[in-house]
């Protein structure tokens, strides 16, 4: 059965520090990873990675892709209060399956 | 962009409900996700060119349009509790990435 598992399921911070999230996968089918913020309302998308992209960056927030140990991880430096959400993510081709999320709390 | 409507929405055991979306005309492939509380966004199903051409482990009752313009209909038949959830229309791009809207909100009660 395909499925997407992400650690830890909460996380508490101080400004300022680095968090490191992880997601595990396995999906018959893989084409590629995403990874989407989810604040109010719907999720928001952040990364896409790939066979031919296991590395991305914008701003504070990176994602590498091990194709070969089925994981991700997404960084996130310097955090700041509006960080706070649940991160997800997800795999597969055209059907993708998500994780539960993690809960990130950033305190000021 | 993807928009939904209605945003929220209140119905009881039983009945019916219609929810839709529309997203840029080009962007042919529509996929609709159930997102319960405290769980990811589960696949419902997908439509490429108005037909169906992929479906998640949902009933029967839960079925689908798309319309030449690419707008898209979700239905949900006999309503239940545990139809309660964020109903999440979202674009597939070619490159695989995916793209939600801003999702309509159904409480059964």
């Known amino acids: 059965e395909d499925k997407v598992v992400q650690s830890p399921l909460s996380l508490v911070v101080h400004e300022g520090d680095t968090v490191t999230l992880n997601c595990s996968y396995e999906?018959?089918?893989?084409?590629?990873l995403l990874w989407y913020k989810q604040e109010k309302k719907a999720p928001t998308f952040l990364f896409m990675l790939?066979?031919?992209?296991i590395e991305k960056k914008s701003g504070r927030l990176s994602s590498i892709l091990d194709k070969k140990e089925l994981f991700s991880i997404l960084n996130i430096t310097a955090t700041q209060t509006g960080d706070s959400a649940v991160y997800l993510c997800?795999?597969?081709?055209?059907?993708?399956?998500f994780g539960t999320g993690t809960r990130l709390k950033v305190l000021a | 962009g993807v928009t939904q409507s209605p945003t929220h929405l209140i119905k009881t055991r039983g009945q019916q409900v219609t929810l839709r979306c529309s997203s840029q005309s080009g962007h042919n492939t529509v996929s609709w996700y159930q997102q319960a509380l405290g769980q990811g966004p589960q696949f419902i199903f997908q439509y490429y060119r108005e037909e169906e051409n992929g479906r998640g482990n949902f009933p029967p009752r839960f079925s689908g349009l798309q319309f030449p313009n690419d707008s898209s209909e979700l239905n949900v038949n006999a309503l239940e509790l545990d139809d309660s959830a964020l109903y999440l229309c979202a674009s597939l791009r070619e490159s695989g990435e995916l793209f939600f809207g801003e999702g309509s909100r159904l409480t059964v009660l």
């Open positions: 999906v018959t089918n893989f084409r590629s």
């Open positions: 997800a795999s597969g081709t055209y059907k993708y399956i």
């Open positions: 790939t066979s031919s992209g």
